[in-house]
């Protein structure tokens, strides 16, 4: 069954803490992405990653984390830096072609923190 | 600034309904356009894509248009069902960057 699973579907925190994402796929795409969605707005690209071991910020970056150790994995870990946390954070992954290469998404998680 | 405007911000529309969704953006250079769907607390799904050189594409009663000289898209909807209540979702790649996303239309399909 291929796809792309994010865990936990609902994650809740409290205000200072760190807390980590998970996304992993098994389409065999090489370039994996992290989202975050807020109500009334557009998604907004946090970081991305064509090739494992590397990665680059995405417009709204601040305060985020990401590492590409395996290709099928593409952690985000939100930090106590953060200043706005709460949101619907979603994964996707294409073949990275970049002309036409299609972004698929994660079920998405949504964060709380308090 | 490349820009994605979606309208209407939401609708509302009785079931088995026709309804167009609009899509206008000012990415340029333009590389190509997709209409996604979005459950309520869900991943976006592709509906479409569309390069520069094509102004119509269907996939079953979704039916995406574009007319790249005036950079519009439009999403029609025919025999809409209750399945088809979600948010639409208008996505411009500009070039061989990243992607623009639109604010989405919340689509209501009442019966």
């Known amino acids: 069954d291929g796809g792309i699973t994010q865990s936990p579907k609902y994650l809740f925190r409290k205000e200072g803490q760190n807390v980590t994402l998970s996304c992993e796929q098994n389409?065999?795409?090489?370039?994996m992405y992290w989202y975050r969605q807020d109500p009334g707005q557009g998604l907004r690209l946090i970081y991305y990653?064509?090739?494992?071991?590397?990665?680059q910020k995405g417009d709204i970056a601040e305060g985020y984390s990401v590492s590409r150790e395996k290709k099928e994995s593409f952690p985000l870990t939100v930090t106590s830096a953060q200043k706005n946390p709460t949101a619907f954070y979603l994964c996707a992954s294409s073949t990275g072609r970049l002309d036409v290469g299609e972004q698929y998404f994660g079920p998405g998680t949504r964060l709380t923190v308090t | 600034k490349n820009q994605v405007e979606q309208s209407p911000q939401s609708l509302i529309i009785l079931e088995g309904k026709n309804c167009t969704l609009q899509c206008n953006y000012t990415v340029s250079p333009f590389s190509n356009l997709r209409w996604y769907k979005q459950d309520t607390g869900r991943g976006p799904v592709s509906l479409t894509i569309?390069?520069?050189?094509?102004n119509t594409k269907s996939n079953g009663r979704y039916t995406a248009t574009l007319d790249a000289d005036t950079k519009q898209s439009s999403l029609h909807i025919t025999a809409s069902q209750l399945s088809d209540s979600a948010s639409y979702i208008c996505v411009v790649r500009e070039g061989y960057s990243t992607l623009t996303f639109g604010k989405g239309t919340m689509l209501l399909v009442s019966p």
């Open positions: 569309m390069t520069f050189s094509e």
């Open positions: 990653s064509q090739i494992v071991n590397d990665f």
């Open positions: 389409l065999n795409h090489d370039a």
